[in-house]
């Protein structure tokens, strides 16, 4: 268990070690990243409580439009309000969540982050968590949406940082206040992640009980690295 409310970098290294082998047996990367949700999810406290810290975690990748199946596709037009895209827009895909509610622990049961569509720079904008989310890890979103391949090597090796809210309640990064913050008590959002070999990027997103300053999110910057290895065999083998 790791304290998350006086969490230490010794916390961070116990369970980076974790993570880094749950990608063994695996078959697929949304059962790695099924893993990694379930993990993080399970074994951050509140130690005021004993209780779980986190209400919600997740793991998405961005993905091709072309490369989804038909459910995802006709999703992706549905946010879209397009029965039109292009075969190589960037969709930001929920591959595993985790949480209180029980409609949270399927990808599939998702309503509305089954797979963003992402198709330019100003639609991206639109969605404040995620162009937040870009920033904070220290990409633009051109990087996000047509990665340079030139460039990609020097990316991958340099973009694994953190994403939090501090203060989520009120906070512009999330929208969702009237039907998830409040009700389900989140005080903070935080994440990590980073690019791929092809230029997808993953991040975990995780919604606390707890409240997260920076200097406590800063301390996941490790898991980053942590969560990628067991998933870099699968960027073929996606969905189970």
């Known amino acids: 268990m790791y304290n998350l409310t006086d969490l230490s970098l010794s916390d961070m290294t116990k369970c980076g070690a974790v993570l880094r082998k749950l990608g063994m047996g695996a078959q697929t990367m949304e059962e790695a990243a099924g893993r990694i949700v379930a993990h993080l999810y399970n074994h951050l406290m509140d130690a005021k409580t004993g209780q779980r810290a986190l209400v919600l975690a997740r793991f998405f990748k961005t993905h091709t439009y072309g490369d989804l199946d038909e459910e995802l596709r006709a999703f992706a037009r549905s946010v879209l309000g397009d029965e039109t895209a292009p075969p190589k827009m960037k969709c930001l895909t929920l591959l595993a969540s985790a949480g209180d509610d029980p409609e949270w622990n399927s990808r599939t049961d998702s309503q509305g982050h089954k797979a963003i569509p992402l198709p330019s720079e100003e639609l991206v904008r639109q969605f404040p968590m995620i162009s937040n989310l870009v920033k904070q890890f220290g990409l633009e979103i051109t990087d996000l949406l047509d990665p340079d391949p030139s460039c990609l090597r020097d990316m991958e090796q340099k973009t694994y940082n953190v994403f939090v809210v501090p203060e989520t309640p009120g906070s512009p990064y999330v929208p969702a206040q009237e039907e998830f913050v409040i009700p389900y008590g989140v005080k903070s959002t ?25 200097q406590t999110a800063d301390l996941f910057k490790p898991l980053a690295l942590a969560a990628k290895m067991p998933i870099l065999p699968f960027e073929q083998a996606v969905f189970a």
């Open 190 to 214: 935080l994440g990590f992640g980073g690019l791929l070999p092809s230029g997808n990027l993953f991040a975990v997103i995780m919604f606390s009980k707890v409240p997260v300053s920076r």
